[in-house]
């Protein structure tokens, strides 16, 4: 009988899936990132316990693309900047991915907030245009021009939270209790420089980052960065805590909170 490609794989295939996994190569992307205070109320309020607001109400947003070969990649995120335990990092709102694989394995396995979308990175010369796009709408666009190079940091390690959980099969809250995740990101530059320019958030009822409004804009950057990811688990979550900021996850939130329908199968 021919394989059945949707039987059990064997051991050994599953451990050179493994090994494979484990000897990729830094994979650079290039990215603008900006960086600006918001409203502290407004950062307040997005945040489920026991994520607590940083000392600044940080936001930033970042919007890279990955030459992959065969297989070219947008990736963005828009956090927030929070304290858990102690440990500073980000809790990002949304992580919009141009393709399905990159999207499916943050979110089953660290619990990532990622969602199908449109991210651009444009250079013309000196000027520079980035977007994270959903629904048809650019919810974040950054605009500028390239001020100059800047000093190379020294590897970073940055952390990031996510809360890691499933909806209840009988539409009431969750099957178990969510945990909280530390995702935590070694980060090298090879290439930065300054951009000079404005970060332009529009309304979108899917993506409603304008909410976070800029205050007074940090800084813009354009550069080339490789990071690796690890993840633990730091806590387990009361359901009844997280499930009011759950909405942030999905487009439609009835999907989840109405639950099955009379009679169904």
């Not at 949304?94 to 199908?116: C, D, S």
Request: charged share 25%; aromatic share 6%; with cysteine.
């Amino acid at each position: 009988m021919a394989r059945v490609r949707y039987g059990a794989r064997t051991e050994a295939e599953i451990q050179a899936a493994r090994t494979a996994s484990s000897k990729l190569p830094d994979i650079w992307s290039t990215g603008v990132v900006a960086l600006w205070e918001s409203d502290p109320d407004a950062v307040a309020a997005v945040l489920p316990p026991p994520l607590k607001p940083a000392e600044r109400p940080l936001v930033r947003a970042n919007i890279s693309k990955v030459d992959l070969p065969g297989y070219p990649l947008g990736a963005g995120s828009v956090a927030v900047a929070a304290v858990h335990d102690g440990q500073e990092g980000w809790y990002p709102l949304v992580m919009p991915m141009t393709h399905e694989r990159a999207l499916i394995g943050g979110r089953e396995v660290f619990g990532e907030p990622k969602k199908l979308g449109e991210v651009d990175v444009e250079r013309d010369g000196l000027v520079v245009r980035a977007s994270l796009a959903r629904h048809g709408i650019a919810f974040v666009e950054v605009r500028g021009a390239v001020d100059g190079p800047l000093p190379l940091p020294e590897p970073t390690r940055r952390t990031d939270f996510y809360f890691k959980f499933l909806p209840a099969v009988d539409g009431e809250g969750f099957d178990a209790d969510p945990v909280l995740v530390h995702c935590v990101r070694n980060e090298k530059v090879r290439k930065l420089e300054k951009i000079t320019g404005d970060v332009v958030l529009r309304e979108s009822m899917y993506d409603p980052v304008a909410d976070l409004p800029v205050r007074r804009l940090v800084e813009i950057t354009i550069g080339e960065k490789t990071t690796d990811q690890k993840g633990t688990v730091a806590e387990r979550v009361s359901a009844q805590t997280l499930l009011p900021y759950i909405h942030q996850r999905y487009d439609d939130p009835q999907q989840i909170l109405d639950g099955p329908p009379e009679g169904s199968a």
